[in-house]
């Protein structure tokens, strides 16, 4: 009888274990099928991408791998082409649109470059991603940007760095430089970025595309991902971004419409005005060739002074200008302005993970301690003014008072500027762009080159830029002779030039700049 129960036993036994491997390999191979099902839909998707590429993705895909200059591909476009027949009526109908990284997109991260923003997706469409799909159009890229977004390179450790399409060994500019670089290399028509001191219009530049900075809330900024909101002084605007005027102007045309001022009611229910746009009236044009605070380079000189001619030539009337009290606008409205609270803001943001090389400068400068930066400035004043002016700046303000203050000087400023444009009754304004295209991490010790951009921030001013001409010889010859700082103690591609205005006749007048510098 033992030795029968221990046969049983023994049989149990063996049972039991043969039971505990079926269970182990089992899960095992459960495992291994739902590995492969992950697999298998991940080719799935990539199959159905594929498809969807073949059409508008193909080359899209082809120039991020030159040029790193995509954050994502959004799969989604792929369902919209299935149901783009309902918005047969937009302006945008079938049009492929890239956006910058910090445009709200459902499901998608906005991460701005920080690590504090990743793995946070949008839960809905930012409005001006509504009012896109509304017109027809497909937002089919997410384009990278530097880290924090305050930088006018690109370059951020989450996403690398982005390249320039004309010379892989310069900066495409930022912070829309992904976008600019995209559209610039030919893997996009039409983009859309943003811009709070040149951030359209400098990538524009450096890449040799058109850009256009809309006033502040022209086009709805709700779903917007920023590093620092909230500030009033210099005032952020998103615009459109492409290769030519005319697809600026049927962008705005196409945004600027009944769905954009119902989804948001606190964008002011102005339509394109057409009329304007198609008029050939001549012109009464201000423009300088300096601002007086940073000498450009001498291919934005050149290129300001025959623009300058053209325009004449073309029966428009040409008035010198001066930007009124250019340092006070720049030391205590851009950069106070825009670092109000004394840079902790963004600081928070830059705490965790690396400091981007684009941005250890920057970083480095506005992370001193506010009463060590105020003695630097007072020891830095009599050697190198414009440096301790800005390290000043970085301090921000004081007490809520202190912030009023600096928005009515603001008030003040802007309508000092007004008074001497209507004086000169002016149409626009011409000005140099910065650039051309900078070496990688000199961005950040060339901060205040962007006084030519950020002063019409703080005007609240709707600019535009277009390329007119590109680098000689003799450009890169004049620069051993170069001073930015007009010699000062601070002083140890393609080409552009600004538009200014102050009604929406911006494009009208790009069209004519564009049209009098083709023919030359």
């Known amino acids: 009888m033992d030795a029968e129960w221990k046969r049983v036993a023994v049989a149990l036994f063996c049972a039991a274990g043969v039971s505990v491997f079926l269970l182990k390999w089992r899960e095992h191979q459960k495992v291994k099928r739902k590995l492969q099902r992950a697999r298998d839909k991940r080719e799935k998707e990539l199959g159905q991408a594929e498809k969807a590429v073949s059409w508008f993705k193909t080359q899209a895909l082809e120039v991020n791998r030159k040029l790193n200059c995509s954050t994502a591909v959004l799969m989604e476009s792929l369902k919209q082409l299935e149901d783009i027949d309902s918005h047969k009526d937009g302006l945008l109908y079938g049009i492929p649109i890239s956006i910058k990284d910090n ?3 459902e499901g998608y991260d906005s991460t701005c470059g920080v690590l504090t923003k990743l793995d946070d997706p949008a839960v809905k469409d930012s409005v001006l991603v509504s009012v896109l799909k509304k017109q027809g159009a497909i937002p089919f890229m997410k384009t990278n940007i530097p880290q924090g977004l305050l930088n006018y390179e690109c370059s951020n450790p989450i996403y690398g760095r982005t390249v320039n399409p004309c010379n892989v060994e310069k900066t495409c500019g930022g912070s829309s430089g992904g976008e600019g670089a995209l559209i610039a290399g030919g893997g996009s028509i039409l983009g859309l970025g943003s811009d709070i001191g040149g951030s359209v219009r400098i990538p524009a530049a450096f890449c040799g595309i058109c850009g256009l900075k809309p006033t502040n809330n022209r086009i709805s900024l709700h779903g917007l991902s920023s590093c620092v909101k909230g500030g009033k002084t210099a005032l952020s605007a998103i615009g459109p971004m492409a290769r030519d005027v005319e697809s600026l102007a049927l962008c705005m045309r196409a945004l600027l419409c009944p769905d954009l001022f119902t989804l948001d009611p606190t964008v002011p229910p102005i339509p394109f005005n057409q009329q304007i746009y198609e008029s050939s009236d001549p012109l009464r044009i201000g423009y300088y060739e300096n601002d007086g605070y940073f000498q450009p380079s001498p291919s934005m000189s050149r290129a300001l002074l025959e623009t300058k001619e053209l325009l004449e030539k073309a029966g428009h009337t040409l008035i010198p200008f001066e930007p009124p009290r250019i340092f006070t606008a720049f030391h205590e409205f851009v950069i106070r302005g825009n670092t109000a609270d004394g840079c902790v803001t963004l600081l928070k943001h830059l705490e965790e993970g690396p400091i981007d090389p684009c941005m250890q400068y920057q970083a480095k400068f506005w992370g001193f301690p506010k009463f060590v930066k105020k003695m630097i400035a007072l020891l830095l004043r009599p050697v190198y003014p414009r440096m301790a002016a800005v390290m000043h700046g970085t301090c ?27 004086k000169l009754e002016l149409d626009v304004l011409i000005c140099p762009m910065l650039g051309p295209a900078y070496n990688f991490n000199y961005t950040g010790k060339l901060f205040t080159a962007v006084s030519y951009t950020a002063l019409y921030n703080v005007l609240n001013f709707p600019v535009g830029v277009v390329p007119v001409t590109e680098v000689t010889a003799e450009d890169e010859d004049q620069l051993k002779h170069y001073r930015g700082n007009f010699g000062d103690t601070g002083d140890k591609t393609f080409v552009e030039v600004n538009m200014i205005d102050m009604e929406f006749i911006c494009n009208l007048y790009l069209i004519e700049v564009m049209k009098v510098t083709s023919e030359h």
């Open 396 to 422: 921000g303000v004081s007490s809520p008072a202190d912030l009023w203050k600096q928005h009515r000087e603001v008030e003040d400023y802007i309508h000092e500027t007004i008074a001497e444009w209507r």
């Open 103 to 105: 445009l709200g997109y």
